[in-house]
């Protein structure tokens, strides 16, 4: 098993940014991908960003241009550098992982929020 711890959230203002980070434990020796979800209130979880062990990344078309994505094998993180944030960014992050095998872990979440 994996678990995750991210940090980073917060209150920001639109066209602010943030840096969110999580960090892997356990059998971090088992994943191939990272990556981020988000779920604002009364919506379904959706696929931020993802990135894997070789470096290829994903994005939602939704933050394409202002989010990035990036790892640190060494440090068992993923990281995603949120910019120009607009309130419709508002929500609860998650940090994920998907082993070799296809297990999926998720972290707590952390909380985003984008208003005046």
């Known amino acids: 098993q994996v678990q995750l711890v991210e940090s980073g959230g917060g209150l920001v203002q639109p066209g602010g940014s943030l840096r969110l980070s999580c960090a892997a434990s356990?059998?971090?020796?088992?994943?191939?991908?990272m990556g981020w979800y988000h779920q604002a209130p009364g919506k379904q979880r959706e696929l931020v960003a993802t990135?894997?062990?070789?470096?290829?990344?994903n994005y939602a078309d939704s933050v394409k241009g202002r989010f990035t994505i990036s790892r640190d094998n060494a440090k068992n993180s993923v990281y995603l550098q949120m910019n120009n944030l607009k309130p419709e960014d508002t929500a609860v992050y998650y940090c994920t992982t998907q082993s070799y095998s296809g297990i999926i872990s998720w972290g707590q979440g952390t909380q985003v929020i984008v208003s005046t």
């Open positions: 356990g059998s971090i020796f088992s994943i191939y991908a």
């Open positions: 990135i894997t062990s070789g470096g290829s990344t």
